[in-house]
């Protein structure tokens, strides 16, 4: 726990270029700092569902007292225009991380009272924190009977071509998340809602592309890849939804934001990454598609004559993801996160730094959402770890759940102005 502690107690000085503390952005730093220690985060409940339950309850927590959106689920009827949306936050964040990661419940209430040092006493704060307190309760009890709970599903490999099957070198005995197109949705109908058609055939010229490709650029020690095309791979080659809370965390500070329009930003960006997740597990599971490692040294039972096995072959990023190649997760969370910052954002040039998950030091600089997703989602090409249709057929269902979630979750109320719009 001291680690945490450390990290934690660094990531609270954050202010805001005029002067303020953006509480929404504190705790999900301090979400990060958890999910990133290890053993905190339970092995088969997947890390984006918390983060769309605390940003879920931060902004309905808001919400009800700035009043100009829909809720998500839970709105706090009467409640004063007064109350100090900070305390609402720090509430609905502290009562539902203490829910969801227990073991860390001190250094959380350490954080929890540092927040409302920060604000003045008084009845706004007490408000405040009875919203949040009152939203978080609310929200963890609808998210109580999700699926999430449930024991993975048993996976029998297959053994024909394009099957998926464990890979080398570690071969790991179950694949990870079998059960997680059965987690309740945040905000899509079903897991199948916009389930990609199925990955190209073994037999057909694009799938000779793809193989060929991924075969020569994501092998380990590749000479056809360029030392950016090496980095790259190894760069994303982290959680991505981490790398995108990030990525919003900056544009959030460069944008000033006060606490109603960070709260909404985060929500809509987590609550797209947990279904995303739940729709590509879904897809995962009913495609089976053999990753490029399996394919690469099998390529001589596939039928196909234009692709040449390598028994040896290996990817870039060493070992590959335990689950199924199609589609690929990277780019749909990518897709998600890149549609959700610019229809907030806008499109307009953007200079952004990203820093690595896994290479300490390393920055990487954008001017726009759209070339960090076409980075990122390439990434895993270079890694050795999919197949370029997987990725495109992530990006596809990425879009699409995104663009269902902006477009029918936390609208604005008719009427409703909050004087900066729904595009900041």
């Known amino acids: 726990m001291l680690r945490f502690w450390t990290s934690l ?71 004063s225009p007064r109350a100090s949306q900070e305390a609402a936050v720090a509430a609905a964040a502290h009562e539902t991380l203490v829910a969801l990661y227990p073991a860390f419940q001190t250094e959380l209430d350490q954080q929890f009272e540092q927040s409302l040092a920060q604000i003045p006493d008084g009845a706004d704060k007490t408000a405040g924190i009875d919203v949040g307190t009152g939203v978080a309760l609310a ?127 985060f929500a809509l960006l987590n609550l797209t990454f947990a279904d995303e997740v739940i729709a590509f597990y879904d897809a995962k599971y009913t495609y089976n598609l053999w990753r490029p490692v399996t394919a690469i040294r099998a390529a001589a039972t596939d039928a196909n004559p234009q692709t040449v096995a390598d028994p040896n072959w290996l990817p870039q990023a060493g070992k590959t993801a335990a689950d199924p190649s199609y589609p690929g997760a990277h780019a749909t969370i990518s897709a998600g996160g890149a549609f959700v910052l610019s229809a907030l954002f806008g499109n307009k040039a953007f200079h952004l730094n990203v820093t690595s998950e896994v ?45 269902f979630v902006v477009s029918n979750f936390l609208t604005r109320l008719p009427g409703a102005d909050d004087g900066k719009g729904d595009a900041y």
Not at 181 to 208: D, I
Not at 384 to 396: K, L, V, Y
Request: glycine content about 6%; hydrophobic content about 40%; some cysteine.
């Open 139 to 265: 929200t963890l009890a609808l998210r109580s009977d999700d699926g999430s709970a449930a024991t993975p599903i048993p996976y029998i490999f297959g053994d024909a071509p394009g099957d998926y099957q464990s890979t080398p070198p570690n071969f790991p005995k179950q694949p990870v998340f079998t059960h997680w197109s059965r987690v309740t949705p945040f905000a899509l109908e079903s897991a199948r809602q916009f389930r990609p058609g199925p990955p190209p055939a073994l037999t057909s010229a694009e799938y000779t592309a793809v193989f060929n490709e991924v075969k020569s650029l994501g092998m380990a020690n590749s000479t056809a890849a360029s030392a950016d095309q090496a980095l790259i791979g190894r760069f994303w080659n982290g959680a991505i939804q981490n790398y995108w809370n990030e990525i919003a965390q900056t544009a959030v500070l460069a944008h000033h934001l006060p606490s109603a329009q960070s709260a909404r930003v």
């Open 359 to 403: 290479l300490p030091g390393i920055v990487r600089s954008f001017d726009s959402f759209a070339a960090v997703e076409n980075e990122a989602s390439l990434s895993r090409v270079y890694a050795g770890q999919h197949f370029r249709s997987d990725e495109n057929a992530g990006e596809g269902l990425g879009s699409a759940v995104a663009h």
């Open 9 to 79: 107690a660094l990531l609270c000085a954050t202010p805001l270029a005029h002067g303020a503390v953006d509480e929404v952005i504190q705790w999900n730093k301090t979400l990060l700092t958890i999910v990133r220690t290890p053993g905190a985060q339970p092995a088969t409940v997947h890390p984006t569902r918390s983060f769309a339950i605390m940003h879920a309850a931060i902004y309905d927590a808001v919400n009800s007292i700035d009043a100009t959106h829909e809720s998500y689920l839970v709105r706090i009827e009467r409640v």
